[in-house]
């Protein structure tokens, strides 16, 4: 069993910046391929970047040079820093842990773009 508790979202203005963090219950918390997610209003939930155990990266096109995924596994968390926020980037953001078939969700945490 796998517990995500993400961390860091709230409200900035188009153009800021966000480091959002996820802290992963466990030992084995290495062996996993780690995603950010996010969901909007209205909308499904979407991949935003996701790093494997490895730590290869891959990124949503329209996060592309905005967003990066980093992991620390000696402190068991995953991180997205966040930058040139824009307004559709509003939703809340999902940390996710997998490993073959089984899959870990967290709460999620909100991230507002407005000004």
């Known amino acids: 069993q796998v517990q995500l508790v993400e961390s860091g979202g709230g409200l900035v203005q188009p153009g800021g910046s966000l480091r959002l963090s996820c802290a992963a219950s466990?030992?084995?918390?290495?062996?996993?391929?780690m995603g950010w997610y996010r969901q909007a209003p209205g909308n499904e939930r979407e991949l935003v970047a996701g790093?494997?155990?490895?730590?290869?990266?891959n990124y949503a096109d329209y996060v592309k040079g905005r967003f990066t995924i980093s992991r620390d596994n000696a402190k068991n968390t995953v991180y997205l820093q966040m930058n040139s926020l824009k307004p559709e980037d509003t939703a809340v953001y999902y940390c996710?842990?997998?490993?073959?078939?089984?899959?870990?969700w967290g709460k999620g945490t909100l991230v507002t773009v407005s000004s």
């Open positions: 996710n842990a997998r490993l073959g078939p089984i899959n870990y």
């Open positions: 790093i494997t155990s490895g730590g290869s990266t």
């Open positions: 466990g030992s084995i918390f290495s062996r996993y391929a």
